[in-house]
């Protein structure tokens, strides 16, 4: 059977990789991908089913060699593999032109072992076998982590989910409240936040694997009540490590890691989404009382968090020259006090303001999402990230802390996949309809396979991505698009399953409807990251 999958997806790739040649060629290596936007999207989005079906394929390859097989994992392979090859092999059917390869080529997905493959694979009675079987352990997750830490990890995030965070899930979602301090407190004793951040600046040190297992674990309890909490110190975190000053890191990564400085992100502004290098938001040089600094003005949409945060890494453009584009912005770390209510105002005794709307939505409730007034705000030169060498260089700071907010958004979507998985697990088995459990209902079991078998390889892709995460910098944004996408499918599926008890606000199978949708959406819009960072990269790179 992995013989098959390893067969499936390197035939798979081998067209994939063709065929990014070919449009290489066509896009002047990727920078001319809005003359072919409709190719390209679909070029980076065949890549990342790929590369999932690929490392879910070397997972089971790794437990074999380890004396761990794990069959269940190795029908996911199998069916992921087969479902991802029929993708390829359908695109360059229908849009053979844009795919400009030989026939030779195409031939490869054409044989009758990969014919054989993607019947076997997709076969019906195999996927509901795979239902069937998940059904027994109503969906629940424990695979081999393959990392004693991460294990250990693991155990704790899910015991500190269930424990704290589930029984507060829903009253948090419903009425829309702020994710209580005492909750905040035992997350940080925790050491979430320092997860990542190195021992020497006061974190845990364990990597970027356990990371996002934490944020998976506390995502199935609840995306906006815990699963989010450690994205934006995470995103700074790295802005700082990658160009702080030593001063910086000293002063600010230990408070990040124990909880004292909450961090919440302004970039986006209320006319300027995923164009980030259009930022209209004005920092220019000035001095208070002798001490040199920046007065800020402008405005910001979709600040998470910043209510209750008492710093914001905000994204300014330091260079008037707005020609310049990426090239004028700089992150500052603006301080402010913390607030939990839907509007605030914060006056500085310098005599800048911001001020804060909460702007209403249907899901990821728990933190809110603020629009920004930014008025004559003073922030001291020593908060600029980088300081003298950090001018004008925040838009490529900030881009490395979204690398990491794109991976732990794969983690996070994941974790929503999963909580929705186990609960129409847990519905059907216990629902009876026309005399017989939902569960043993033939197409049930096929859709509950089906999920199975695209969490695990977002999973993998996801994890894949944290273990190489500062190697292979296109990976986060894969594991992003496909698990995020993989989250609002499954919970959709699995809200369906619920029937008319699956839109009531009663049932946490809505809110993790409704908290999927969010996904495809913050960290990069699903457009942009296929457009403007996998398929650029992939094109590039094949050039």
């Given at each position: 059977?992995m013989?098959?999958?390893?067969?499936?997806?390197?035939?798979?790739q081998?067209?994939?990789?063709?065929a990014?040649?070919a449009?290489a060629a066509?896009s002047?290596?990727?920078?001319?991908?809005?003359?072919?936007?409709v190719?390209?999207?679909?070029?980076?989005?065949?890549?990342?089913?790929?590369?999932?079906?690929?490392?879910?394929?070397?997972y089971?390859?790794?437990?074999?060699?380890a004396?761990k097989?794990d069959?269940?994992?190795?029908?996911?392979?199998?069916?992921?593999a087969?479902?991802?090859t029929h993708?390829?092999?359908?695109?360059?059917e229908?849009?053979?032109?844009?795919?400009?390869?030989?026939?030779?080529?195409?031939?490869?997905?054409?044989?009758?072992d990969?014919?054989?493959?993607?019947?076997?694979?997709?076969?019906?009675?195999?996927?509901?076998?795979?239902?069937?079987?998940?059904l027994?352990?109503?969906?629940q997750?424990?695979?081999?982590?393959?990392?004693e830490?991460a294990?250990?990890?693991?155990?704790?995030?899910?015991?500190f989910?269930?424990?704290?965070v589930?029984?507060?899930?829903?009253?948090?979602?419903r009425?829309?409240?702020?994710?209580?301090?005492d909750?905040?407190?035992?997350?940080?004793a925790?050491g979430?936040?320092g997860?990542?951040?190195p021992?020497?600046?006061?974190?845990?040190?364990?990597?970027?694997?356990?990371?996002?297992i934490?944020?998976?674990e506390?995502?199935?309890?609840?995306?906006?009540?815990?699963?989010?909490?450690?994205?934006?110190?995470e995103?700074l975190?790295?802005?700082?490590?990658?160009?702080?000053?030593d001063?910086q890191?000293?002063?600010w990564?230990p408070?990040i890691?124990?909880g004292?400085?909450?961090v919440?992100?302004?970039?986006?502004e209320?006319d300027?989404?995923?164009?980030?290098?259009?930022?209209?938001?004005?920092?220019?040089?000035?001095?208070?009382?002798g001490?040199?600094?920046w007065?800020?003005?402008?405005?910001?949409a979709?600040?998470?968090f910043?209510?209750?945060?008492?710093?914001?890494?905000?994204?300014?453009?330091?260079d008037?020259?707005s020609?310049?584009?990426?090239r004028?912005?700089?992150?500052?770390?603006?301080?402010?006090?913390?607030?939990?209510?839907?509007q605030?105002?914060?006056?500085?005794?310098?005599?800048?303001?911001?001020?804060?709307?909460?702007?209403?939505?249907?899901?990821?409730?728990?933190?809110h999402?603020?629009?920004?007034?930014?008025?004559?705000?003073?922030?001291?030169?020593?908060?600029?990230?980088?300081?003298?060498?950090?001018?004008?260089?925040?838009?490529?700071?900030?881009?490395?802390?979204?690398?990491?907010?794109r991976?732990?958004?794969?983690?996070?979507?994941?974790?929503?996949?999963?909580a929705?998985l186990?609960?129409a697990c847990?519905y059907?088995?216990?629902r009876?309809?026309?005399?017989?459990?939902?569960?043993e209902?033939?197409?049930?079991?096929?859709?509950?396979?089906?999920?199975?078998?695209?969490i695990?390889?977002?999973?993998?892709?996801?994890?894949?991505?944290?273990?190489?995460?500062?190697?292979?910098?296109?990976e986060?944004?894969?594991?992003?698009?496909l698990a995020?996408d993989v989250?609002?499918?499954?919970?959709?599926?699995?809200?369906?399953?619920?029937?008319?008890w699956?839109?009531?606000e009663?049932?946490?199978?809505?809110?993790y409807?409704?908290?999927?949708?969010?996904?495809p959406i913050?960290?990069?819009?699903?457009?942009?990251l296929?457009l403007?960072?996998?398929?650029?990269?992939?094109?590039?790179?094949?050039r």
């Amino acid at each position: 059977m992995m013989t098959t999958a390893r067969t499936l997806v390197d035939a798979a790739q081998g067209v994939v990789d063709a065929a990014l040649r070919a449009h290489a060629a066509v896009s002047d290596g990727g920078n001319d991908v809005d003359s072919h936007q409709v190719h390209t999207e679909r070029l980076a989005y065949l890549a990342t089913q790929v590369r999932a079906a690929h490392e879910l394929v070397a997972y089971t390859e790794r437990l074999a060699a380890a004396g761990k097989p794990d069959a269940v994992i190795e029908e996911c392979a199998l069916i992921y593999a087969a479902e991802a090859t029929h993708a390829v092999r359908s695109a360059v059917e229908v849009a053979w032109a844009d795919f400009a390869i030989d026939q030779a080529t195409a031939d490869a997905l054409h044989t009758g072992d990969i014919r054989e493959g993607v019947r076997s694979g997709l076969d019906h009675a195999r996927v509901e076998a795979l239902g069937r079987t998940v059904l027994t352990s109503l969906g629940q997750n424990h695979i081999e982590l393959e990392d004693e830490v991460a294990r250990l990890t693991r155990d704790a995030a899910r015991e500190f989910a269930r424990n704290e965070v589930v029984p507060r899930a829903q009253q948090i979602h419903r009425e829309d409240l702020m994710i209580p301090d005492d909750l905040i407190e035992k997350f940080a004793a925790q050491g979430f936040f320092g997860s990542s951040i190195p021992e020497e600046y006061g974190g845990t040190g364990m990597g970027d694997l356990p990371m996002i297992i934490i944020t998976e674990e506390l995502s199935a309890a609840s995306l906006g009540a815990a699963g989010s909490l450690a994205t934006r110190p995470e995103i700074l975190s790295k802005a700082l490590l990658a160009g702080g000053t030593d001063e910086q890191k000293a002063e600010w990564l230990p408070r990040i890691a124990a909880g004292e400085t909450l961090v919440a992100i302004a970039v986006t502004e209320p006319d300027v989404g995923s164009d980030v290098a259009s930022l209209q938001t004005r920092a220019e040089p000035a001095d208070y009382e002798g001490r040199r600094g920046w007065r800020l003005n402008g405005n910001k949409a979709w600040s998470t968090f910043s209510g209750r945060a008492n710093v914001l890494a905000l994204l300014a453009r330091t260079d008037p020259d707005s020609t310049r584009g990426n090239r004028g912005l700089s992150l500052f770390i603006v301080p402010k006090d913390s607030y939990t209510g839907h509007q605030w105002r914060y006056q500085q005794p310098e005599g800048g303001v911001i001020s804060g709307t909460a702007n209403p939505t249907p899901g990821y409730r728990g933190m809110h999402s603020f629009t920004l007034a930014i008025e004559d705000f003073f922030v001291p030169h020593e908060n600029l990230v980088g300081g003298d060498a950090g001018v004008n260089q925040g838009f490529f700071l900030q881009m490395g802390g979204f690398a990491a907010g794109r991976l732990q958004t794969g983690g996070r979507a994941c974790g929503v996949a999963q909580a929705a998985l186990e609960k129409a697990c847990q519905y059907v088995s216990q629902r009876t309809q026309f005399g017989q459990p939902i569960a043993e209902y033939q197409l049930t079991q096929h859709r509950i396979g089906m999920m199975v078998a695209r969490i695990a390889a977002a999973r993998q892709l996801t994890y894949a991505s944290a273990r190489a995460f500062n190697t292979r910098a296109v990976e986060p944004a894969m594991a992003k698009l496909l698990a995020c996408d993989v989250a609002v499918e499954v919970t959709q599926s699995a809200q369906q399953l619920h029937g008319g008890w699956g839109y009531s606000e009663e049932d946490p199978i809505s809110r993790y409807a409704v908290d999927a949708l969010v996904l495809p959406i913050f960290e990069g819009v699903k457009p942009i990251l296929e457009l403007r960072v996998i398929g650029r990269a992939l094109l590039a790179a094949a050039r």
